[in-house]
């Protein structure tokens, strides 16, 4: 498995999918354990909205630490504005370049959190009688599995559907 208990692995991406897209292979079984195909889909789909990058944490604990712009990134608004009311005064300049060291573990963390939130989300929702209406004519078009109503990406390989999402 090769990947780290607080965090999710970075997908594996295949080129070679028919008709040139993309798929998405994503490795880490941790928060989707016991998921269907189409409630790993959901999971993913919310969590690649979700998720935040470490490179973008870094980048903004150095560049612009001095107004806790890191901290607004990764939803800590409380400090973000403590900085921010404190940036005349240079402090948190300093602050943020020392922080900028600790970033990557903030962000992992950070992800981890909102993996386990969206995955526990997910499973509460099957849990009270939630399930997705299959409709058995409509098959996607590059993998042959079956599509919920409405569903404008296939839950099973991400391709897009001719349909659109219902509103």
Known sequence: MGSSWN????????????????????????????????????????????RRDEVVGVLLAV???????????????????????FSWTGIPAILGFIEAFFMPRRVRIYNAMQASYIAGQIRASSAFGYQPA?????????????????????????AATTGQPAA
């Open 7 to 50: 965090s999710i692995s970075p997908p594996a991406v295949s080129l070679s999918a028919p008709g040139g897209l993309a798929t998405l292979n994503y490795t880490d079984p941790l928060y989707t354990a016991g998921m269907t195909e189409h409630q790993r889909a959901w999971f993913y789909a919310e969590y690649e909205q979700a």
């Open 63 to 85: 560049f612009l630490g001095n107004f806790g712009l890191h901290h607004f990134y990764l939803r800590r608004t409380g400090l973000g504005v403590l900085y921010l009311l």
């Open 134 to 158: 299959v409709v058995s004519s409509a098959a996607c078009p590059a993998c042959g599995a079956a599509l919920t109503t409405g569903a404008g990406f296939c839950p099973r390989c991400g």
